[in-house]
């Protein structure tokens, strides 16, 4: 079984694939200062709940957060006896190459996601990848990743929006039931959800006028189903893109 980790700047999320399907996904916060007994600690206890016998002889890592992946190594090595791959890394090949200005080294959990959404829809693609940040990442007709978007995430500007204005409350964000809100939760709610709303179609807008060609429009992460409520913004939503483009990249270098 491969065990797939994608560690964002917010939350981890642990896959085990069994080389046809994903059997289960956990998620935790992500804290650096968490050290490999911990995480096994916290996933066998999990594991144990749905009475999976674990086989893992391999490990895949994504990390945005470079100061977790060491931890991540040991916990591979220790309770798995494997060395995992670490996607950006020298010795993790990708399917093809991203083509970005020299000297730059695209984000892991970007380089998941162009492989997944090649291997799934060919090339000539934008996943929208709503985390901590929101990316558009933009996938060339050979699934080469070739840059995109990034702009701030949901949460993050509702929390910067509280902080920043002592008289205006923290709320989750929601679809309004109209636009003009009548009270605050209500204005904040419509400004969040019909701005990013605007966003995401402004910036679809123009990366398709720039590229030049048709292209697929891939929704991911927790909250792209709520936007996809809002308009058509997405010809599809797949929540485990992330992780799919995980075992993509780690087939590769097994057959390499």
Known sequence: MLLAIDCGNTNTVFSIWDGQKFLCTLRTSTHHARTADAYF???????????????ITEVIISSTVP??????????????????????KPDCKLPVAPRVDHGVQPGPDRLANAAGAYDRHGGNVVVVDFGTATNFDV????????GGVISPGVNLSLEALSAGAAALPHVDISQPTKVIGTNTVGCIQSGVFWGYTGLIEGIISRIKSEYGAPMKVIGTGGLAPLFEKGDHLFDMIEEDLTMHGLTVIHTYNKES
Not at 41 to 55: M, N, P, V
Not at 139 to 146: E, L, S, T
């Open 67 to 88: 100061r977790v992946v060491f931890n991540l190594r040991v916990f591979a090595d220790k309770f798995f006896g494997c060395r995992p791959l670490v996607v950006g």
């Open 139 to 146: 996938v060339d007709n050979d699934g080469a990743y070739i």
């Open 41 to 55: 600690t916290w996933f066998s206890t999990l594991i144990s709940h749905y009475q999976i016998e674990l086989d």
